[in-house]
């Protein structure tokens, strides 16, 4: 499983003790506001998780910037002040 796969299910699982419980990818990429095959393709690598969708992640779960990039792995220029 790819990082942004752990990131996803993260979310998902995350999702559960706010209102609104994200039970699939269908769920998910309504949330985010992308087509279902997005996250399918990101899932699988055959699409890179883009800036947009980093920003639309950290709107919808609040978690900081710094924080997602970490899990999938990528370099973040910001320091932990």
């Known amino acids: 499983m790819n990082a942004a796969s752990q990131l996803f299910d993260s979310i998902k699982q995350a999702s559960r003790d706010t209102a609104q419980v994200l039970r699939t990818d269908a769920d998910l990429a309504t949330a985010l506001d992308v087509d279902p ?9 055959n699409l890179p998780l883009g800036a947009t969708l980093l920003i639309r992640i ?24």
């Open 58 to 81: 950290h709107e919808l779960t609040g978690w900081a910037i710094r924080d997602i990039k970490g899990a999938l792995g990528l370099p973040c220029l910001a320091s932990r002040a």
């Open 37 to 45: 095959p997005v996250i399918s393709n990101i899932r699988t690598g």
